[in-house]
């Protein structure tokens, strides 16, 4: 599977990182996961106390048992007005909980009331709820046979709570008589944020309108959990699965899909999913971003909404599903076989293969036995680096060719300034004789690019990242501050990253020795100012990642900085620009057998040159 719809911001990065790889081109050089533990007995007799029923709900009598109550009831509500007289009318809530998750489930309407990660805390210290106060709502609508249109959300359920096995059951019914009811189901079982929840109905054949299908209407506003808000919103999406195994991803607008086996709504670290056994058969979406201004500090990213028709079968709802409410981690989302895994934005084809099936594995390894993952991050990148040693080595040993043939190329660039035709003949000739070509150069630089944009998708998308720190960075999966502005620098922000800093330093050193000693070469007609160029990337550079992931500064940093020293090696120790051009001289001697691309261009070079001379001529 592949994500369809790409975020701009990636698409920019991509851009910004794609133009600097392209100059280098232009002169032919290269350019904590949390461990779960074991729940233990002591655990699961402490989570069995956790879960309770609140006291005004343990009570499944009928508050007022009068006919006069009941003959109320069933006024406004039909036949489900017999869930108004029982005790679960009076409100209140059951919580159920394991060693990671605790939820508080409302008898009105059935659904979750509140949901906190336990092992999470916010930028501010705060715990991670991914509900609270009203945030979410869960409501099925439906019609009944005497014509009335019922939503849950405004009807009690009665609460019933089990254990068996170490997992929690709450069963939520909302009841037409004593053994006639419509129930939500929960299961939870320890160490997992994967619940199993069921929508079932018993004896509403005749209650139900089978000519209309109920609607389940799932709603979440999402709270804002990181210290950049601009930053949470860019990887802040609603993704779902269709048709057994595409998945496409939603960042703002609406939208509607067929055959829906997933729904979720990812608040870049942390998702909240719902999963069904049977594929719903359509469902609607739609994202709303609450984010006016970046700079206004706000409580919430983006409102997601989905709308889902559910079927009737014999006049009975029969769904079994899932909820996942934690941490937007690619190891567990993994395991749990549900193609989960990409809800994370790894990126699309190629980029997202390495990521998966290299960086991922690899830098698990080494934050394994490393000390800290600012240091895991330098480890793979000095390894990264040295990976593609190779091909910085072609490309430059590229450069060095065509600085060395420079001098000649500008010869026949004079000579033939009036015939551009021939001027282009007589330097293919000359590169052929050579042995040399600027394409040697290019090909292996851009065999870089997946590399440079997986790791520039698997950064952000890193949860082992999140609020880790290293050196003056509180966490690498935020920006890292040295110094905070008394105002805001439009695209720049309100503070003082020092990595991208660095990182823009060390981008800019890079060029310099790479496209320097170019520089009092003619500029060449039509061509942008390549000085000007120079100055201007690592201006770019430090405006783009001073509200990124300090984690991916560093990466770049760290990448830039042993770039340069490869090619110091390279240039004062291994390559002998004396002996290549020794060896250039002697090529030139030999009769050079011309491949047959090389030979059909300088054909059709030739004939468009006489083509030329003939128009000329009339």
């Not at 006291?55 to 009941?70: F, G, I, K, M």
């Not at 939820?103 to 991670?128: C, H, M, Q, W």
């Not at 069921?198 to 709270?223: C, F, H, M």
């Amino acid at each position: 599977m592949e994500e369809k719809k790409i975020d701009i911001q990636s698409i920019i990065g991509f851009i910004l990182i794609g133009g600097i790889l392209l100059w280098m081109l232009y002169n032919n050089t290269p350019e904590e996961t949390p461990t779960e533990e074991t729940t233990t007995t002591e655990q699961i007799q402490e989570n069995t106390q956790e879960s309770q029923i609140s006291e005004d709900t343990r009570s499944s009598e009928p508050v007022r048992n009068d006919s006069t109550a009941l003959a109320d009831a069933q006024r406004r509500l039909g036949a489900f007005g017999y869930s108004e007289t029982l005790s679960s009318a009076q409100g209140g809530t059951t919580t159920i909980s394991n060693d990671l998750l605790e939820l508080k489930i409302s008898n009105k309407g059935g659904y979750i009331e509140e949901a906190r990660l336990k092992n999470f805390k916010t930028y501010d210290s705060i715990p991670v709820h991914l509900i609270k106060e009203g945030n979410a709502s869960m409501n099925m609508s439906f019609s009944t046979t005497d014509g009335r249109t019922l939503n849950t959300e405004n009807l009690y359920f009665e609460p019933e709570l089990t254990e068996n096995n170490g997992s929690q059951i709450l069963s939520m019914k909302l009841k037409v008589s004593e053994n006639e009811y419509l129930e939500y189901r929960y299961a939870m079982r320890p160490g997992e944020y994967m619940l199993d929840f069921s929508i079932r109905s018993q004896g509403l054949t005749g209650v139900l309108n089978t000519a209309e299908n109920p609607v389940l209407d799932w709603k979440l506003k999402g709270y804002r959990h990181a210290k950049s808000i601009s930053y949470e919103n860019r990887y802040t999406d609603l993704i779902y699965e269709y048709d057994g195994g595409d998945d496409d991803n939603l960042s703002s607008g609406d939208d509607e899909e067929e055959n829906v086996s997933y729904i979720a709504y990812r608040q870049h670290f942390f998702s909240s999913i719902l999963l069904t056994d049977t594929p719903f058969k359509s469902a609607k979406f739609e994202v709303e971003n609450l984010v006016d201004d970046e700079e206004v500090d706000t409580v919430f990213t983006k409102t997601f909404a989905s709308s889902i028709p559910l079927d009737l079968k014999a006049g009975e709802l029969n769904y079994d599903m899932n909820w996942y409410y934690g941490p937007s981690d690619y190891k567990i989302l993994n395991d749990y076989d549900r193609n989960l895994d990409e809800i994370i934005p790894l990126g699309w084809g190629i980029f997202g293969w390495i990521n998966k099936y290299l960086f991922i594995p690899f830098f698990a390894f080494l934050a394994g036995f490393l000390p800290s993952y600012g240091l895991a991050i330098i480890a793979m990148t000095i390894v990264v680096r040295i990976v593609l040693s190779p091909v910085t080595y072609k490309s430059y040993l590229s450069q060095a060719k065509m600085k060395i043939l420079r001098p000649e190329i500008n010869e026949i660039s004079e000579k033939y300034k009036d015939n551009a035709m021939k001027k282009q003949q007589e330097t293919m000739k000359l590169y052929s004789k050579a042995g040399a070509s600027p394409m040697s150069g290019c090909l292996p630089a851009l065999m870089q690019i997946p590399v440079f944009y997986a790791l520039f998708q698997f950064f952000p998308s890193a949860f082992q990242l999140r609020q880790k720190s290293f050196l003056w960075a509180d966490d690498l999966s935020s920006y890292d501050t040295i110094a905070e502005l008394p105002f805001t620098i439009p695209f720049y922000g309100d503070h003082v990253s020092l990595f991208p800093i660095l990182a823009s330093i060390a981008i800019f050193i890079y060029m310099m020795m790479t496209t320097g000693q170019n520089m009092q070469a003619q500029q060449q007609p039509g061509m942008p100012n390549m000085k000007f160029l120079m100055y201007l990337s690592p201006l770019i550079m430090l405006f783009f990642f001073n509200n990124y992931a300090s984690g991916l500064s560093l990466y770049y940093f760290t990448s830039n900085l042993i770039t340069i020293g490869i090619m110091l090696v390279i240039k004062y120790v291994i390559i002998d620009e004396d002996k290549i051009h020794a060896k250039i001289q002697e090529n030139k001697k030999k009769p050079k057998k011309q491949n047959r691309f090389t030979r059909k261009f300088q054909e059709m070079m030739e004939q468009a040159e006489e083509q030329q001379k003939k128009q000329q001529k009339r």
